[in-house]
């Protein structure tokens, strides 16, 4: 049973925003994204099947390897282009859940939405504030925690779902450029190529973990926010606030 009696009466309390549709069509491009990084994988399984082939010193179509060679340039364009997007519909979700915080917290937050959302965008800032931010959402809109009680949201357990996220995260950019070093030389052989296919398959696989726990994270934080924010409309009915 919720207590009434809890949380005290605030002089000013910010307006819960609904995050439903946002994190709606931030999970969707994520799942996408996920969707052609498994995808990307096959590609790239194919890629070093034929590369292995030529290794042996075994018989392979061209037309073989210019298919694989096209597929791989038009899958990794189109996959590109649904990460910006999806990069893009997470940001705008990122700033509203820390947005929705005001509404629940009295205590000063450490991020505002405008640090949380351009947190991505600082060098050296961007390795480490997005996981802060992450975490200050997660703790701060735990419905363990009554909205303006008296307990402080930096008390409350982070989900190793947070770190793990951003680990993966982490992992994928540097993956990404290891991919490209065997290329960065003028000739291009089968073992340069076979092995940039390796690291991109492994790339592939890391981004594709990393946008379901992404998909997670978003899907339970609007289930705790909107949890909070029933509780609120509980207290304003019954006159707290």
Not at 51 to 77: C, E, P
Not at 105 to 130: D, H, K, T
């Amino acid at each position: 049973m919720l207590g009434l009696s809890g949380p005290p009466s605030p002089t000013y309390r910010a307006p819960f925003r609904p995050i439903r549709t946002r994190s709606f069509l931030a999970i969707l491009a994520l799942a996408v994204h996920g969707f052609l990084s498994l995808v990307m994988i096959g590609a790239c399984s194919i890629r070093i099947g034929l590369l292995h082939r030529i290794q042996a010193h075994m018989q392979v179509q061209k037309t073989d390897l210019l298919a694989s060679n096209a597929f791989m340039l038009v899958g990794s364009r189109i996959q590109l282009g649904v990460a910006i997007l999806a990069a893009v519909a997470f940001l705008f979700w990122f700033y509203r859940a820390q947005q929705n915080l005001l509404a629940f917290r009295p205590e000063p937050l450490e991020f505002s939405p405008g640090q949380a959302a351009g947190s991505f965008f600082i060098p050296f800032v961007n390795l480490v504030r997005p996981f802060s931010v992450m975490r200050e959402i997660w703790q701060a809109s735990d419905p363990a925690l009554p909205p303006f009680g008296s307990s402080l949201h930096d008390t409350a357990p982070v989900s190793l779902l947070v770190p793990a996220w951003w680990s993966l995260f982490l992992a994928r950019g540097v993956i990404a450029w290891l991919a490209l070093l065997p290329n960065l030389g003028t000739q291009h052989t089968v073992d340069t190529l076979l092995t940039s296919s390796q690291i991109l398959r492994v790339d592939f696989a890391v981004s594709s973990i990393a946008a379901g726990l992404a998909c997670t994270l978003i899907f339970l934080v609007k289930r705790r926010q909107e949890n909070l924010a029933e509780q609120l409309t509980v207290f304003e009915q019954a006159g707290v606030f």
